[in-house]
Nanobody, 121 residues
């Protein structure tokens, strides 16, 4: 399984970004997809997850209502739309694939390289 994350950048508070995670063909039929983030000096934390059909999603309380996870199976890509960004959203964002429906990073066996999101006040 190979994952390639992209779409990060620098925005002002209140702005938006759209992250993408391109996966190989087999991933969507066999794995749950998640987004995590890690800020400097902090542990990696769950952001959002989506199941293989795209019909079930889960969000961290800190991003619920502002972020939206979605998938396009035809393009083997998972997206994370980040709206109403806050400075505390600044982190490296990682996409991951796992065989369990979970918010724990240890449940995800495969990880993309990460993409930096920086939000200035």
């Amino acid at each position: 399984v190979q994952l390639q994350a992209s779409g990060g950048g620098s925005v002002q508070a209140g702005g938006s970004l759209r992250l993408s995670c391109a996966a190989d063909v087999r991933t969507f039929d066999n794995y749950y997809m998640g987004w995590f983030r890690q800020a400097p000096g902090k542990e990696r934390e769950f952001v959002a997850a989506i199941n293989w059909s795209g019909r079930s999603t889960n969000y961290a309380d800190s991003v619920r209502g502002r972020f939206t996870i979605s998938s396009d199976k035809a393009k083997n890509t998972v997206f994370l739309q980040l709206n109403t960004l806050k400075p505390e959203d600044t982190a490296i964002y990682y996409c991951a694939a796992g065989s369990r429906w979970s918010i724990q990073p240890t449940s995800y066996a495969y990880w993309g390289q990460g993409t930096q999101v920086t939000v200035s006040s």
